[in-house]
């Protein structure tokens, strides 16, 4: 059965007040002072990209531990579905396909955040601790068609895997970054997801379409060449 990937954070659900939250405890923990707009603004990014900017000089294992039992304790309450992320994972799984998620969380967390927001019956692959090599990684060993997310270095991790990279600007990455970046698609959220996913679903599965007699499909040429 083919794969399709998503993100999690500010993909499929809006974290983002969560994250700051737990890392603002995590440098108050460590007597810092956490500015929330720069924290905003690494959303998505690997925890131990953030925390040398916002904790210096604390061992990474030590703060991790911290924001880990803040997110657990905290967090997992203040997660919320971005619009259209349901539908569209009950889009890619109701045409037959496999859903995984890969995201920098760890993996217990995202399955944990997927169970909150009532995602996990239709995610059939947890990865965690992934960020765009690393991510290109786990979507080539599961051989993932397209990779949804909404910050560069999932385009990067989807194009690393000859994947589609279908992005979303539902995160700090503006429009214009993600198509820099090589994302295509660029959708403003998954409310759009529909209109991609129907037709370029259908002509990979020869299946008839809405889409016009000669009208180019996002990512299905990029995905063609790649597999």
Known sequence: MAVIGFDLDMTLVDSADAIVECVSHTATTFGFVADPDHVRATVGLPLDRVFPDVVPGVPYEDALAVYRARYLSHGLAMQTLLPGADEALRMVVGDGYRVVVVSAKKDTHVQAV???????????????????????????????????????????????????AVAVATGPSSREALLAAGGDPVLDDLTQFGAWWRPWAAARDGRSSTTSPGTAVPGLAAQEAGR
Do not use: I, N, Q
Request: hydrophobic share 50%; charged share 25%; aromatic share 6%.
């Open 114 to 164: 997927l169970d909150t927001v009532g995602l996990a019956a239709y995610v059939d692959d947890v990865v965690g601790e992934r960020f765009a090599d690393t991510k290109a990684d786990a979507l080539r060993e599961r051989a993932a068609l397209a990779y949804v997310g909404d910050h560069p270095g999932d385009v990067a991790g989807a194009l690393g895997a000859g994947a589609v």
